[in-house]
Structure formats: structure tokens, C-alpha cells
């Protein structure tokens, strides 16, 4: 059997491929597993190092540039409007691309999880009878996954299925697929990862993450709180996850702004492929609102500031920050409440490092919404849905 896995732009595309191409090799070793990628996608060569994955394969995709709350001003941006012409020519040379890759590599089954490059392979298998399935893991389903939804023969969400605007007969709600390394954190798990990455298991640690890409406002609101949680807590850990294009400028920021006691408390990182150990480690997350993130965290059950961005398509980071507030799992904060009181973030968690109980209550509230089985349960879907072709073949 042959799976195709596509997706990307992001590291909450990437991450949840990788741990299904790792489930599929457990149960099913023959199976060829290969990877589609948009080409010049920054984050590509993850998937192509990874072992689990047979082959790479990179065709053309566009992206339609809009932002939540813009409106129709965006349409007048001149600039704007010129890539989003010259990016619909790369569709079209993308789903002639796709059309010859899928027809000479003729996988059993396609799994779609969304970004610019599931267009043209989506259209492209629609045209040659490649079943697909494609996965949401957001309160609002990605453009992407809405242009080619009714070709799908599967919808698997990460929400309740009434959520979504999809064919409740096709819509299935399996979670996020999440790589094995995340399980419940114990206090003797944590304290084994803090030995793993040379952390003391009496100290604090604050770890945070802007998603796989980084977060150039998350990145300048965390350097403003360094300096006094630091010095408020003399035995305060950071760990900062600031983004590949990022890590060189946040390094130099802080060799500037902080003196060489409290520079030997941070560590700053582009890119983790060992979150789970950081994560995992801490007792306080600072992140963005990627689904997949946050999947993370509420499978380790950990105490999480959420930043979302309020400028994603559809506002769908808001929408699961909101989520997980209503539910008392996350504490919200936003990034206008960071404009007005630049000391904001530091206060926020200063509190909370002082209140264990209250670091607690979060994680707890955030496991609630842990689904440990996705990762198996597409990986399932998948497997019979190849079969069935095959069987229909």
C-alpha cells in the first residue's frame, strides 16, 4: 500500500504528519509512505529527514493572502493583490504537477492536512479518483481544506463534529495526531526531564513557543518580561522556542539586556523537534494558540498563557483561545492588553508562578481535552481506507 501525506507551512502542519507517518510504519512496516510538499516551504526538509517517510516529492501552491479583521481594505492593497495574482498561476502549474505525480506514484489514499499545497494535490486527486481525507485541527476549517472539502470520502476534525460546516455523515472527530513522546506528565516525569535537559528539579521553568515558525510578537513581549521575572525569581529557567528566522536576533537581544547570571537561566532555541522534553519540564507555558500546541500541552496537562494571534485568516487562533477559556483550561491573553500594559505578560505570570494551586487547576482543565488516540485513529482511517480501493480495484 502506498499513503501520500500532504500539508505544510507551519509547524502545527508538520508535526502532526510526522506522527502519523510514524504510526503507520509501527502497524503496517510495508506500507510506502510518501511526502508532498509545496516547494520553498521553509519546513520541508523536516519531513524529508525524517526516517518513517519513503520518498519527498515538491510541487507548486499559492497562498490567498487575507487578514482577519482587514475587510475589504486588503483588497485594495495593490501589493497584496499582485501576489495573490502571481500565487493563482502557481495553483494551476501546482495541479498539473500534482496530477503527474499522483498518476505515476498512484498512492491508495491521500491524508490532507491542510496549507496552501493541499489545493492543487486535492484538486488533482478529485480528477484522477484518488480517495483523500483531510483533517481540521482548528474551530474554523482552513481555506484549503473548505476549497476542496467535497471531494473528500472523509472529514476527521479536532473538535466536536457540530462544530465544523461539513457533512455530518463524512465527519469524524478524532483529535490532533500527536507524536508518542506526549503522554500525561508525572511529577517523576518532569523531574526526569529536567535531568535530560540539565534543568534543577527544584528551580522554576517557564518554556515558550510561538509555533513552529516563531512569533515576532510574542518574541517582543517575552523580552520585555525577561529582565524582571528573572530578577523576581532567582531560580527561574527560560526556555524560549523563538523561531528559525528569529533565533540569532533573540539571542544578541538578550546577551544585550540581561547580565551573565540571568543569561545562564535562558536558553533560546529556532526550532525543537524534542518539545515534548521542554514542555514536558515546565511549569508554565507561554504560547501562541496553534492547535497543535495546545493538543500538546493538554495531553501533558500544563498550566498555559495562550497569545493568539488576531491576525490569521478567519481568526481561527482566536476562536481556539476562546474555546479553552470558556472552559476555564487556558489563561487568555491578547495582544492589545499587551499594547496597552507593555509589563502586562511579566505580571500575568509572575502571578501564576506564585500560585501552584492555580497552575494545577489549569492543567487539569486543559487535559480534559486531551484526545491521546488520535494519532491511531487516522492512522486507522487511513489504512482502511487504502484497503477499500483496493479491494474496489
Same mark, same amino acid.
Given at each position: 500500500?502506498?499513503?501520500?501525506?500532504?500539508?505544510?507551512?507551519?509547524?502545527?502542519?508538520?508535526?502532526?504528519?510526522?506522527?502519523?507517518?510514524?504510526?503507520?510504519?509501527?502497524?503496517?512496516?510495508?506500507?510506502?509512505?510518501?511526502?508532498?510538499?509545496?516547494?520553498?516551504?521553509?519546513?520541508?526538509?523536516?519531513?524529508?529527514?525524517?526516517?518513517?517517510?519513503?520518498?519527498?516529492? =515538491?510541487?507548486?501552491?499559492?497562498? *490567498?493572502?487575507?487578514?482577519?479583521?482587514?475587510?475589504?481594505?486588503? =483588497?485594495?492593497?495593490?501589493?497584496? *493583490?499582485?501576489?495573490?495574482?502571481?500565487?493563482?498561476?502557481?495553483?494551476?502549474?501546482? @495541479?498539473?504537477?500534482?496530477?503527474?505525480?499522483?498518476?505515476? =506514484?498512484?498512492?491508495?489514499?491521500?491524508?490532507?492536512?491542510?496549507?496552501?499545497?493541499?489545493?492543487?494535490?486535492?484538486?488533482?486527486?478529485?480528477?484522477?479518483?484518488?480517495?483523500?481525507?483531510?483533517?481540521?485541527?482548528?474551530?474554523?476549517?482552513?481555506?484549503?481544506?473548505?476549497?476542496?472539502?467535497?471531494?473528500? &470520502?472523509?472529514?476527521?476534525?479536532?473538535?466536536?463534529?457540530?462544530?465544523?460546516?461539513?457533512?455530518?455523515?463524512?465527519?469524524?472527530?478524532?483529535?490532533?495526531?500527536?507524536?508518542?513522546? !506526549? +503522554?500525561?506528565?508525572?511529577?517523576?516525569?518532569?523531574?526526569?526531564?529536567?535531568?535530560?535537559?540539565? +534543568?534543577?528539579?527544584?528551580?522554576?521553568?517557564?518554556?515558550? @513557543?510561538?509555533?513552529? /515558525?516563531?512569533?515576532?510578537?510574542?518574541?517582543?513581549?517575552?523580552?520585555?518580561?525577561?529582565?524582571?521575572? /528573572?530578577?523576581?525569581?532567582?531560580?527561574?529557567?527560560?526556555?524560549?522556542?523563538?523561531?528559525?528566522?528569529?533565533?540569532?536576533?533573540?539571542?544578541?537581544?538578550?546577551?544585550?539586556?540581561?547580565?551573565?547570571? $540571568?543569561?545562564?537561566?535562558?536558553? +533560546? !532555541?529556532?526550532?525543537?523537534?524534542?518539545?515534548?522534553?521542554?514542555?514536558?519540564?515546565?511549569?508554565?507555558?507561554?504560547?501562541?494558540?496553534?492547535?497543535?500546541? /495546545?493538543?500538546?500541552?493538554?495531553?501533558?496537562? &500544563?498550566?498555559?498563557?495562550?497569545?493568539?494571534?488576531? !491576525?490569521?485568516?478567519?481568526?481561527?487562533?482566536? &476562536?481556539?483561545?476562546?474555546?479553552?477559556?470558556?472552559?476555564?483550561?487556558?489563561?487568555?491573553?491578547?495582544?492589545?492588553?499587551?499594547?496597552?500594559?507593555?509589563?502586562?505578560?511579566?505580571?500575568?505570570?509572575?502571578?501564576?508562578?506564585?500560585?501552584?494551586?492555580?497552575?494545577?487547576?489549569?492543567?487539569?482543565?486543559?487535559?480534559?481535552?486531551? &484526545?491521546?488516540?488520535?494519532?491511531? $485513529?487516522?492512522?486507522?482511517? =487511513?489504512?482502511?481506507?487504502?484497503?477499500?480501493?483496493? +479491494?474496489?480495484?
Amino acid at each position: 500500500m502506498t499513503i501520500a501525506l500532504t500539508g505544510g507551512g507551519s509547524g502545527g502542519h508538520i508535526t502532526p504528519l510526522l506522527a502519523i507517518a510514524a504510526e503507520l510504519k509501527r502497524v503496517s512496516p510495508k506500507t510506502r509512505i510518501i511526502y508532498i510538499g509545496q516547494r520553498g516551504d521553509r519546513m520541508s526538509d523536516i519531513l524529508a529527514e525524517d526516517t518513517n517517510i519513503d520518498d519527498v516529492f =515538491l510541487v507548486r501552491a499559492g497562498k *490567498f493572502r487575507r487578514y482577519h479583521g482587514e475587510g475589504f481594505k486588503q =483588497l485594495l492593497d495593490i501589493a497584496t *493583490f499582485l501576489k495573490n495574482v502571481r500565487d493563482s498561476v502557481y495553483v494551476l502549474m501546482g @495541479i498539473k504537477q500534482s496530477r503527474a505525480l499522483l498518476d505515476k =506514484l498512484c498512492p491508495d489514499v491521500i491524508f490532507i492536512k491542510g496549507g496552501f499545497v493541499g489545493v492543487p494535490v486535492g484538486l488533482a486527486a478529485a480528477s484522477l479518483h484518488i480517495p483523500y481525507i483531510t483533517h481540521d485541527s482548528d474551530a474554523m476549517p482552513g481555506l484549503a481544506n473548505r476549497i476542496i472539502a467535497r471531494w473528500a &470520502k472523509l472529514h476527521a476534525v479536532a473538535l466536536p463534529a457540530e462544530v465544523y460546516n461539513y457533512p455530518a455523515s463524512k465527519t469524524v472527530t478524532t483529535g490532533i495526531p500527536l507524536r508518542v513522546n !506526549f +503522554v500525561p506528565v508525572t511529577d517523576k516525569l518532569k523531574k526526569k526531564y529536567r535531568q535530560e535537559i540539565q +534543568v534543577p528539579k527544584s528551580a522554576k521553568m517557564l518554556f515558550v @513557543i510561538g509555533g513552529g /515558525l516563531g512569533a515576532q510578537h510574542v518574541n517582543t513581549a517575552v523580552a520585555e518580561a525577561m529582565p524582571h521575572l /528573572l530578577h523576581e525569581f532567582s531560580d527561574l529557567y527560560i526556555v524560549h522556542v523563538a523561531g528559525r528566522a528569529n533565533e540569532a536576533d533573540m539571542k544578541k537581544l538578550y546577551n544585550d539586556i540581561l547580565t551573565p547570571g $540571568e543569561q545562564g537561566r535562558v536558553r +533560546v !532555541f529556532g526550532y525543537l523537534s524534542d518539545v515534548y522534553l521542554y514542555s514536558g519540564a515546565a511549569d508554565i507555558i507561554v504560547s501562541r494558540a496553534g492547535a497543535t500546541n /495546545l493538543a500538546e500541552f493538554a495531553v501533558q496537562g &500544563k498550566a498555559c498563557v495562550v497569545i493568539p494571534s488576531p !491576525f490569521l485568516s478567519g481568526g481561527h487562533q482566536l &476562536k481556539n483561545a476562546r474555546y479553552l477559556a470558556d472552559h476555564q483550561a487556558i489563561e487568555l491573553l491578547n495582544e492589545s492588553d499587551i499594547s496597552a500594559d507593555p509589563n502586562r505578560l511579566a505580571k500575568q505570570v509572575s502571578a501564576l508562578v506564585h500560585d501552584t494551586d492555580r497552575q494545577r487547576e489549569l492543567g487539569s482543565y486543559l487535559s480534559n481535552f486531551a &484526545k491521546p488516540q488520535a494519532t491511531q $485513529e487516522i492512522a486507522q482511517l =487511513l489504512l482502511k481506507q487504502g484497503g477499500d480501493k483496493r +479491494v474496489e480495484q
